[in-house]
């Protein structure tokens, strides 16, 4: 009588991580709620609602330079050698409405951002102009800083084309634009866009709340004594860690000791306030990995 050996059984496939994961994803039923909160708040959170610009950038037109607002056809032929004269009937400052027309002729002192006055279609570089008392000489050189008292009048030694040194309204971004659509991530930058465009509050899922567990009758926690057969925890650390730069709230679960019932204590009561928990430990079959 021949006597055949069976053969053992097969090992059963490892999981790769890139199944593991997929599986775990599988499993998220919906996204998180949703949740109103100011733009800063909302860094490195998914956005549930598109954000959509309140107001254009800039607002209005406004000067890219400090010098004075022109009328472009006042400087047409405007040179070194044949520089224009302008009266200077007023001043624009940064934050204030202009309170004055630019009629021909004539100029009005702006700052960098305030808003171009009606009648203007340009700017001049205050490097190029020279100001005048009111008997039209000269006031300091040319070049000089847009500071001090409102000259009665100034040289301009350069022609400007229509729209020169000025942003116009909406340039950067017009109203009703949108600015992040549904799912993606608030970043600082997008943070200073959102708020510039003058959106107060952004919509976005609540922050995931990851628990995280380690195991091992031999972990201690950092700083404790590790005795004859203790090693440091840093894998807790470590994964709470990457939770928290990957924009989740960290949930620290512990150190469970390899007892069936402290794990299962300690994984219920993750349940109860995670919406997902990460495990550190079981890495083999002996008989104390209850995980």
Do not use: F, K
Not at 83 to 112: K, W
Not at 126 to 132: K, R
């Amino acid at each position: 009588m021949t006597m055949t050996s069976a053969s053992p059984p097969s090992a059963p496939r490892l999981m790769s991580v890139d199944e593991a994961r997929d599986r775990v994803l599988a499993a998220v039923a919906r996204p998180l709620r949703a949740e109103a909160v100011s733009p800063v708040a909302a860094v490195s959170r998914v956005v549930a609602e598109a954000v959509v610009a309140m107001t254009s950038l800039p607002p209005w037109d406004n000067a890219a330079m400090d010098g004075y607002a022109v009328r472009s056809a006042d400087l047409s032929g405007a040179s070194n050698e044949r520089p224009v004269r302008l009266m200077v009937i007023g001043e624009v400052r940064a934050g204030s409405e202009p309170d004055v027309e630019v009629r021909p002729q004539c100029a009005v002192r702006i700052a960098t951002g305030a808003p171009l006055p009606a009648g203007a279609d340009a700017v001049v570089p205050v490097e190029e102009t020279t100001p005048l008392d009111p008997v039209g000489q000269p006031m300091g050189t040319r070049g000089r800083d847009a500071t001090g008292p409102l000259p009665a009048s100034c040289l301009v030694h350069v022609a400007a084309a229509p729209g020169a040194s000025v942003r116009r309204a909406g340039s950067d971004l017009a109203g009703g634009a949108m600015i992040l659509d549904r799912g993606a991530v608030v970043t600082p930058s997008a943070v200073a866009l959102i708020a510039g465009a003058g959106v107060r509050q952004v919509r976005v899922h609540r922050r995931p709340r990851v628990g995280v567990l380690a195991t091992g009758d031999e972990i201690r926690a950092p700083g404790e004594p590790l005795g004859a057969a203790g090693i440091p925890d840093a894998n807790r650390p470590g994964l709470l860690a990457h939770v928290a730069a990957a924009g989740a709230e960290p949930i620290d679960l512990g150190i469970a000791a390899d007892r069936l019932d402290d794990v299962l204590a300690r994984l219920r009561d993750g349940i109860a306030r995670t919406d997902a928990i990460i495990v550190s430990g079981g890495v083999s079959v002996g008989p104390y990995d209850v995980v």
